[in-house]
């Protein structure tokens, strides 16, 4: 069982800037893909970046060039560096962690993010 602890949420002004952490239980955390999804009010939850153990990333179309998502394996931790906020990115962010081997999935508790205009 593995246990996803996310922090950082807030809210702030569009523009600025924020950073999530996710903290993992995971002995094994470098064979674990880990994404960060959000959930806006009355919408489906969405994934907005995903990182490789071996550290390779991609994003979606939303947060490209503003988000950039990275892990440090040797902390089990991972996380979303947001900027140039905007009201849009309004939503609730989860940690999800995938075991390569099984698919075993995991989700943290979500953070709320506000960005006001």
């Known amino acids: 069982q593995v246990q996803l602890v996310e922090s950082g949420g807030g809210l702030v002004q569009a523009g600025r800037s924020l950073r999530l952490s996710c903290a993992a239980s995971?002995?094994?955390?470098?064979?674990?893909?880990m994404n960060w999804y959000c959930q806006a009010p009355g919408k489906q939850r969405e994934l907005v970046a995903v990182?490789?153990?071996?550290?390779?990333?991609a994003y979606s179309d939303a947060v490209k060039g503003r988000f950039t998502i990275s892990r440090d394996n040797a902390k089990n931790m991972v996380y979303l560096q947001m900027n140039r906020l905007k009201p849009e990115d309004t939503a609730v962010y989860y940690c999800?962690?995938?075991?390569?081997?099984?698919?075993?999935?995991?989700w943290g508790q979500g953070t709320q993010v506000t960005v006001s205009s």
């Open positions: 999800n962690a995938i075991q390569s081997s099984t698919g075993y999935t995991y």
């Open positions: 995971a002995t094994d955390f470098s064979t674990y893909v």
């Open positions: 990182i490789g153990g071996d550290g390779i990333s």
